[in-house]
DNA sequence: AAGAGCCCCAACCGCATCATC
DNA sequence: AGATGATGCGGTTGGGGCTCT
């Protein structure tokens, strides 16, 4: 018996995905999740087969995976797994958090397996921090330069000009004194739910897409600032349930893009939940 | 500087397995 | 229990970028 193609192919893209097809996946998915792969493009109003869309996610756009290089213990440890249950590349991936089984299997066949076959074998050349293809950097995550934020998040004490930049921003538009970003967390809960519940949704999102673009914590510019504009570009005139513990998180120096993607996904369900019920 | 060859890795394909009816 | 559809998995490919000459 042949099987039929997993879907209609006559008029889907293939090969590389667009940046904006990353966009609309991952809004889907925030949205509606994935309980039907086979559905999902339709659905999500994209030419693409529902194959592609999971592969796409699961290997990665999904909020959870980790770029950049493996470590020497990540290495060794696929080694010894690899040494144990042979080609299982899913059984690998799930004790390496954040990785996927595809990304386990590239590294293997093209690192791995020869200083295994022999330990004095140099490694292949350095990676270096190579330019990717550009559809693969639409929501690059590996090189955001989330890090160099340096807010304080234990005191919420603002140090630096990043602190006098987001400050300045709270102080004009939500009355925010500089004594309230030097407040302990149980101190700011409070004030929040005696002042600064009332604000829109639209007005809480401008200052954290500020926040989430600006310079100081995105070192890529452009194409974060990018996705997040397009992202957030949606009126909205309801108060959202945005707490301030999410609000004020924001300001966390390990933030990166998957945290960004989170709160843009529970933002959008919040949304559609407050709209449902206006 | 240019081009040939190599390397990397995202994406595809086909088969296996699981779920549902 | 068997048919059918959906999803998962592993092997493979193709193209872009990098290095070498």
Redesign the pocket.
């Known amino acids: 018996?042949v099987?039929?193609p997993?879907c209609q192919?006559i008029g889907l893209?293939?090969?590389?995905?667009a940046a904006e097809e990353d966009q609309i996946l991952v809004n889907h998915i925030g949205r509606f999740g994935h309980?039907?792969?086979?559905?999902l493009p339709k659905q999500a109003g994209l030419l693409r087969?529902?194959?592609?869309c999971?592969?796409?996610w699961?290997?990665?756009l999904r909020p959870d995976i980790k770029r950049g290089n493996f470590t020497r213990e990540e290495e060794e440890t696929i080694i010894r797994l690899h040494g144990e249950l042979g080609?299982?590349?899913?059984?690998i991936a799930k004790n390496l958090p954040g990785r996927t089984?595809?990304?386990i299997?590239?590294?293997w066949?093209?690192?791995l397996k020869r200083r295994v076959m022999d330990p004095n074998v140099p490694l292949?050349?350095p990676?270096?921090n190579?330019?990717?293809?550009?559809?693969?950097r639409a929501l690059d995550r590996s090189d955001s330069g989330f890090s160099s934020c340096v807010i304080d998040s234990s005191t919420m004490t603002m140090e630096t000009s990043l602190g006098d930049r987001i400050g300045s921003k709270l102080e004009d538009e939500f009355n925010v004194s500089e004594s309230d970003l030097s407040m302990d967390f149980t101190t700011l809960e409070t004030r929040w739910n005696s002042d600064f519940s009332s604000h829109a949704a639209s007005d809480l999102l401008t200052v954290s897409t500020e926040i989430s673009t600006c310079d100081y914590v995105c070192g890529n510019e452009g194409e974060i600032e990018r996705f997040w504009s397009d992202t957030l570009a949606m009126e909205s005139t309801v108060e959202t349930p945005i707490s301030p513990s999410y609000y004020f998180n924001l300001f966390n120096s390990d933030n990166d893009i998957d945290f960004w993607r989170a709160i843009l996904m529970d933002t959008e369900r919040d949304w559609q939940e407050v709209s449902q019920n206006h």
């Open positions: 018996m099987r039929a997993c192919k893209n293939r090969g590389p995905w309980g039907n792969w086979r559905a087969c529902g194959k592609s999971r592969l796409r699961m290997n990665y080609n299982r590349w899913s059984a089984d595809n990304e299997k590239n590294v066949h093209t690192n292949k050349r990676k270096k190579k330019q990717k293809r550009e559809s693969s």
